[in-house]
C-alpha cells in the first residue's frame, strides 16, 4: 500500500523559511511525478511544485524565486524549501507522487498535508 508522509509543517512569521519533507512508500515500482500542492480550505488544490525522476523542476509563478523542490531517488524522498515567507502562502501543503499500479497504469497518491501558517 503506498502511503506519503509529509513533515516540516508550522507557525513561522512573514519573511521567515520552512522545509517541508515527504517520505513515501509501499511501492512496488518507481516514483515517477512527485510534487507538492497547497490548499487554502474552501478552495481548490493549487500545484506549487513538481520535479520528475531525473530532476526535472516545474513551478507555480507565486512559487518561483521562493521555493525549491529536490528529491532524492533512493529514499523515496521530496522536500521543498520555502523562503521569504507571506501571509499568503497560508495553506495545508499536500504531498504527490505518481506510480505504477498495474502493467498499464500509473496513479496519483497524496499525503494527509501538512499545515503551513505564516504569520504577519
Known amino acids: 500500500q503506498v502511503q506519503l508522509v509529509e513533515s516540516g509543517g508550522g507557525l513561522v512569521q512573514a519573511g521567515g523559511s520552512l522545509r517541508l519533507s515527504c517520505v513515501a512508500s509501499g511501492s512496488t515500482f518507481s516514483f515517477g511525478l512527485m510534487g507538492w500542492y497547497r490548499q487554502v480550505q474552501g478552495e481548490q488544490r493549487d500545484l506549487v511544485a513538481t520535479?520528475?525522476?531525473?530532476?526535472?523542476?516545474n513551478y507555480a509563478d507565486f512559487a518561483k524565486g521562493r521555493f525549491t523542490i529536490s528529491r532524492d531517488n533512493f529514499k523515496n524522498t521530496v522536500d521543498l524549501q520555502m523562503n521569504s515567507l507571506k501571509p499568503e502562502d497560508t495553506a495545508v501543503y499536500y504531498c504527490?507522487?505518481?506510480?505504477?499500479?498495474?502493467?498499464?497504469?500509473?496513479?496519483?497518491?497524496w499525503g494527509h498535508g501538512t499545515q503551513v501558517t505564516v504569520s504577519s
Open positions: 504527490k507522487a505518481v506510480t505504477r499500479v498495474t502493467l498499464f497504469r500509473d496513479d496519483d497518491f
Open positions: 520535479i520528475t525522476s531525473n530532476g526535472g523542476t
